[in-house]
């Protein structure tokens, strides 16, 4: 009897495994191209993917003080795994899980779109109409190389290799021209700053 049940187990296992496996959303695809992922998308951040209605593994809570059926503290209505609300790495519980981004493993990859983060920049200005870090819609979402990304993105930094580059050295001296440094100035040509 103990080897039936043994091996009824080991089933249910597997079944569970690979059904966990088919609802989970993989990257950010946008067929339509209107700046929301197909695969994945929380508008009310309850903890359930809207696109297929069942609920994936997360580290935020669900907070509702205002009960307009909303999450106060996570929403993803771009469906980039960033939480639109806030887009600072944020561990609130002290559980080493940034409860800002879907990474239920923490292992730093974005767990819907696979994009690796850091403390500084979750990555929420690579997909969708939502440009997280800045707090910023794109209400009309311009995507006509099919990548997931508003083409206008482009203004904030220059595309290398699918990846936005945010060094950007126009002059040739070493040094971000985005970097805000007062004494990084030109003036009639030449550079002028204080030792």
């Known amino acids: 009897m103990k080897p039936i049940r043994l091996l009824l187990w080991f089933f249910a296992f597997i079944s569970i495994t690979w059904a ?4 989970k959303p993989s990257g950010f695809v946008d067929v339509n191209r209107d700046g929301i992922n197909d695969w994945f998308q929380d508008v009310n951040g309850d903890g359930i993917n809207d696109v297929n209605n069942q609920p994936y593994r997360r580290s935020f809570h669900f907070v509702d ?3 307009d059926g909303r999450n106060d503290l996570f929403t993803d209505e771009d469906g980039d795994g960033i939480n639109d609300l806030d887009a600072r790495y944020i561990d609130t519980d002290k559980d080493g899980q ?10 730093w990859i974005n767990d819907i779109t696979g994009l690796v983060y850091n403390r500084r920049e979750l990555g929420g200005g690579r997909y969708g109409f939502i440009w997280e870090e800045n707090g ?3 209400g009309n979402f311009i995507d006509k190389d099919g990548d997931g990304q508003d083409d206008r993105y482009g203004n904030a930094g220059e595309m290398r290799q ?3 580059d945010r060094f950007i050295d126009s002059d ?3 040094v971000c021209d985005q970097r805000g440094f007062t ?3 030109k003036q009639s040509g030449q550079q002028k700053g204080k030792p």
């Open 98 to 107: 940034c409860e800002n981004v879907i990474d239920f493993n923490n292992d």
């Open 172 to 174: 040739g001296d070493g």
């Open 183 to 185: 004494r990084h100035r």
């Open 136 to 138: 910023k819609r794109n």
């Open 162 to 164: 699918g990846r936005v």
């Open 65 to 67: 003080e205002n009960k």
């Open 20 to 23: 966990q496996s088919l609802s």
